[in-house]
């Protein structure tokens, strides 16, 4: 079975502070995908990233970056200088590789940050 | 493009009626999923049509079902609502042209609530 845990329900930051969102998931599965995604209030969820199982490399796009570490089953998302726009809630999501672009996410429950003005 | 559709926005509904939710979704997209989100579950899969056959589930009861037309749009159906399935439901195509991950696009979701 699959589990994402991300421990954080809620995070209140600043606006430039930078934040860090936690992610750590288990799955017995060898080749695997993880995912972020960002719900804004408007609800609909937006793709962030996703990583696949054999690439531990870390990723930066703009203020974003992940940390992914599979020895310790984790998967961090930071935002550097976070603005208000960034509050959201954030979803860490796991899926087994099922071949022919197909997948079955386990979402965590979600970390909601709040960037204060 | 435009892009995905989810209709009704809003839906309200009684104890043990039925209902229907639609997803239109961008277009030459051919995979649609649908999942489910509620306070006390959270963000849930419920199943992925793809080439009007559903290609995999997740784990609701039969009371849940959906079907794909010929032009990709989805439709999903809750048999005998239960005040539980009142969530926001959203769905989500992608194209499906490699065999590896194909991003998938939400829409704006159904906001069911069962009275």
């Known amino acids: 079975a699959q589990k994402v845990t991300q421990a954080q329900t809620e995070i209140s930051v600043v606006e430039k502070e930078d934040v860090t969102l936690d992610c750590v998931y288990e799955?017995?599965?060898?080749?695997?995908?993880l995912f972020w995604y960002k719900q804004p209030p408007s609800g609909e969820l937006v793709f962030l990233i996703r990583?696949?199982?054999?690439d531990e490399q870390n990723e930066i796009s703009g203020r974003y970056s992940w940390n992914f570490q599979k020895s310790t089953s984790s998967f961090n998302f930071t935002i550097t200088a976070s603005q208000v726009v960034d509050s959201a809630v954030y979803f860490c999501a796991l899926s087994p590789w099922g071949g022919g672009g197909s997948y079955i996410p386990t979402f965590g429950r979600g970390t909601s940050l709040i960037v204060h003005p | 493009k435009a892009g995905v559709t989810q209709t009704p926005r809003y839906l309200i509904k009684t104890r043990g009626q039925q209902v229907t939710l639609s997803c239109s979704p961008i277009?030459?997209?051919?995979?649609v999923s649908w999942y489910q989100q509620t306070p006390g579950q959270g963000l849930q899969f419920l199943f992925e049509?793809?080439?009007?056959?559903?290609?995999n589930k997740g784990n609701f009861p039969g009371r849940f079902s959906g079907r794909q037309f010929s032009n990709s749009r989805s439709e999903m159906n809750v048999s005998t609502l239960e005040l539980g399935d009142s969530a926001l439901y959203l769905c989500?195509?992608?194209?499906?042209?490699?065999?590896?991950?194909?991003?998938?696009?939400f829409g704006p979701g159904t906001r069911l609530t069962v009275l």
């Open positions: 799955t017995r599965d060898t080749t695997y995908y």
């Open positions: 049509y793809f080439s009007e056959t559903q290609r």
């Open positions: 277009s030459g997209h051919r995979s």
């Open positions: 989500a195509s992608s194209l499906v042209e490699t065999r590896d991950y194909n991003e998938q696009f």
């Open positions: 990583r696949n199982s054999f």
